[in-house]
């Protein structure tokens, strides 16, 4: 669900807009505002998905308020004057609802806002997990699931067209993620990319042999366009 508030100095306007919110599922309505200073307070305190924000109000209009607070919500702009529709886009709004408007547009509005919400939240939790304890272990989905890879586990990592299979000590997790992905999910100090369809574990190599690594009595070939990097690194590494 959204938590959202509503913004507005007409009391019918802040009533239409509660009784449209009980309609729709996904909707939290926290907070009916009467001015621009109660949303700001409540903007603070709260986590607020979404504003139903009026631009003309006194003291403080709805566009003030907006460049008055630094991290936004997402705004549906609702106003009888449709000539600041412009401005109100410009500040990246969602949707701009001229009054009088009925429940079906609303809804329109509302939606194109949770369909914005849900692809932010997807991306953020994404980005948590590529990013959560980066230098112990990562996230990977396999199997409908996700799946948790310890890095000291990690031996090495072969490329198959779309997908990648990490080897570990005793088992093998087919993941779908192109190697460019992988590489840049691991942390650059233990792995290193050795070839077109390979990435290696550092401390887990056991032997270099002329254009060959040895791990776990895995021949591992290095690629030609990627041997002086790793010869560089490898003479920067303790093994």
Known sequence: MMNCIAVDDEPLALKLIEDFSKKIPFLNLIKLCKNAFEAIEIIQKEKVDLIFLDINMPDLSGISLLKNINSKPLVIFTTAYSEYAVEGFELNAIDYLVKPFYFERFFKAANKAFEIYNLHSKKDFIQSIDNANSYEYIFVKADYSIVKV?????????????????????????????????????????????????????DKIDLIQRNRIVINETRIPIGNSFKDNFYNRIEDVNL
Do not use: N
């Open 150 to 202: 310890y890095l000291a586990d990690i031996l090495y990592i072969e490329g198959l067209k779309d997908y990648v299979q990490i080897f570990t000590g005793d088992k093998k997790i087919l993941t779908l993620i192109t190697m460019k992905k992988m590489e840049e999910k691991l942390p650059s100090k233990k792995f290193i990319r050795v070839h077109r369809s390979f990435i290696v574990a550092i």
